[in-house]
């Protein structure tokens, strides 16, 4: 049975810092492309983050590029979002995806 279980998110200051994890279980995780998405209120869902199987090359929204860090641990089967200077902006739910797999989702809520 695939699961990807997120964890990590809350409530958070602006300019604040917050390390989201995925695990996944059920399939070969270090031969998957791993992403984060995240789905603020009223809006698309919107690619954040992608870091590659093998060589680990990552890819990031123009909105986030300088403040966001995707890393992947394969021995461990987690992927890793550490996001830096938090805006209210970024608000949303982030979810972890592997192709067709999708995690629950955690709630990031960036306010005074």
């Known amino acids: 049975q695939v699961q990807l279980v997120e964890s990590g998110g809350g409530l958070v200051q602006p300019g604040g810092s917050l390390r989201l994890s995925c695990t996944a279980s059920?399939?070969?995780?270090?031969?998957?492309?791993m992403r984060w998405y995240r789905q603020a209120p009223g809006k698309e869902r919107e690619l954040v983050a992608t870091?590659?199987?093998?060589?680990?090359?990552?890819n990031y929204a123009d909105s986030v590029k300088g403040r966001f860090v995707i890393s992947r641990d394969n021995a461990k089967n987690t992927v890793y979002l550490q996001m830096n200077s938090l805006k209210p902006e970024d608000t949303a739910v982030y979810y972890c995806?592997?192709?067709?797999?999708w995690g629950q989702g955690t709630q990031v809520t960036v306010s005074s």
């Open positions: 870091i590659s199987s093998a060589a680990g090359i990552t």
């Open positions: 995806n592997a192709s067709w797999y």
């Open positions: 059920g399939f070969s995780f270090s031969g998957y492309t």
